[in-house]
């Protein structure tokens, strides 16, 4: 029988790749071939980071440019039990990695490396250490997209209910990917067999929208040349996804609430009921219980329909998915488009976080395609993705220091030439203080000018002055 065995599992594109981990014994992973485990990815250093294996496993990073993260797999309060009697603190596993500082890593934790992310997981295996790397799996649309605390919650009580029948309303802001998470409910249900019908009540006149549903019968109206099925009856024995169900009709609500009462449906021009067994998801971006105070919703639906709330939150809340859905679209769309996938550069990537996403998302999907189209090849820089909002910044940060060059003054145009020559094609920590001063230089000492220039605020670029242990410039470099 074989014994069970730690193991490593990383998500490339749509691939996991594990790696059984030894009994004890270091593991180092990063970009170099030398490593015991290799992750070609550009993000991630020649020498990341190495695993501490023992009973208990310690992951410490080695200097890394882009950093390593640990994302907790089941926070329970304000620190951690590490397994060995030790307690670990959120804080810092929700921040980078302090360099040559070995933290606590537990089963189903997750590292991020740069733009990679990896898992530790417990399977049945033989016993070989670190086998070559090989696909295991196709990864499913939300398993790997989703590794932010704040949505993990979400899809962990979305994955729960999906056994049961219960009616689910998913709340949440437009684009933030309630259709995405209806169809995980559905596809993780004993209905996954069955029909998925994905309905927006938004977009269907009423008359229209009662006759798709309901269906009807020969001569209820005219045009109605033969009876028809309705969607609901389609259905049969699958899920049913009601889309911006707040902009249901009053006169379709009231039939909805008696379909889910009694789970039949009644053709237009019948006065026979059907029995149906269908599971009802809805989902709406509006305060239902405002809607219900100002007349324009049924209480006694809403009742009905959020047996169990899921609140999907917007992408601003939660960073650590960017990333991941970023490279997902950026290389689902250059697939698609037979187009060679540019590497996502880390300011790329930190321009990303720092954008408020409006439209959540939706909106960071056609961002990324957009910029997959528009640029020409090599990799994909903050100025590709063509972000018009800037992040929030302090009053009065456009004001020139005292001293700044004239020509800037004057408004003439950061010199980005002299930035692109002072970094290689790798970026690392000593490209990043080069970057940094280059920006800096071309901008006359101007902090907001080179933050804009870099693609990220001047917050952020304080920040890293710090980080790198910069000074901050008073006068012209």
């Known amino acids: 029988m074989e014994e069970l065995k730690r193991e490593l599992v990383f998500y490339l594109g749509r691939a996991a790749h594990a790696y059984a981990l030894p009994a004890a014994g ?15 990815d550009p993000s991630v250093s020649r020498h990341h980071l190495c695993l501490h294996v023992g009973a208990n496993i310690q992951v410490e990073d080695l200097g890394s440019a882009n950093g390593t993260y640990v994302v907790p797999s089941m926070p329970d309060g304000p620190s951690m039990d590490a397994g060995d ?3 670990r603190n959120k804080d810092v596993l929700g921040s980078r990695l302090s360099a040559q500082t070995p933290v606590p890593l537990k089963l189903r934790d997750s590292l991020r490396l740069g733009s990679v992310f990896a898992e530790l997981q417990m399977r049945q295996r033989g016993s070989r250490s670190l086998p070559p790397s090989a696909p295991v799996a196709e990864i499913p649309v939300l398993d790997r997209r989703v590794v932010d605390p704040a949505t993990v919650q979400s899809y962990e ?3 729960r209910v999906a056994s049961s029948d219960l009616t689910v309303l998913l709340t949440g802001e437009t684009g933030v990917g309630k259709e995405i998470l209806a169809e995980t409910i559905h596809s993780n249900s004993a209905r996954s067999k069955q029909p998925f019908l994905r309905l927006n009540c938004a977009a269907l006149s009423e008359s229209l929208l009662e006759s798709e549903l309901f269906g009807h019968e020969r001569g209820a109206f005219t045009g109605a040349l033969r009876a028809k099925e309705g969607l609901l009856e389609a259905t049969n024995g699958g899920t049913v996804f009601l889309d911006e ?3 249901l009709p009053a006169g379709i609500q009231a039939k ?6 009694e789970r039949k ?13 269908v599971r009802f998801v809805a989902a709406t971006n509006r305060d ?12 006694d639906l809403l009742f009905r329909i959020n047996a169990v709330t899921i609140l999907i939150p917007p992408l601003r809340h939660r960073p650590l998915d960017i990333a991941p859905l970023a490279t997902h679209f950026l290389a689902l769309f250059c697939q698609k488009n037979g187009l060679k996938v540019p590497e996502l550069t880390p300011l790329s990537l930190l321009r990303l976080r720092e954008h408020a996403w409006p439209g959540n998302v939706r909106e960071l999907r056609n961002v990324i395609e957009r910029a997959a189209f528009l640029h020409r090849g090599g990799r994909l820089l903050p100025e590709h993705l063509a972000l018009d909002t800037e992040p929030d910044r302090p009053q009065g940060a456009d004001e020139l220091p005292a001293g700044a060059h004239k020509d800037q003054e004057k408004g003439t145009p950061p010199r980005v030439l002299e930035i692109s020559r002072a970094v290689s094609l790798t970026p690392t920590m000593d490209d990043d203080r080069q970057r940094m001063l280059a920006a800096l230089a071309s901008c006359g000492g101007n902090q907001t000018r080179a933050a804009k220039l870099l693609g990220f605020s001047r917050r ?8 790198y242990d910069l000074p901050r410039p008073k006068k012209p470099l």
């Open 85 to 87: 009697g030790t307690r």
């Open 157 to 159: 009580l979305a994955l």
């Open 460 to 467: 952020t670029l304080v920040n890293r002055l710090r980080e």
């Open 26 to 40: 270091r593991v180092s992973i990063g970009r170099a071939p030398e490593n015991d485990i290799q992750v070609d």
């Open 256 to 261: 909805l609430l008696r379909v889910l009462e």
């Open 265 to 277: 449906v009644t053709r237009v021009g019948s006065s026979s009921p059907r029995p149906i067994d």
């Open 288 to 299: 239902l219980r405002q809607d219900v105070a100002a007349g324009k919703f049924r209480k």
């Open 245 to 247: 169900i707040g902009e």
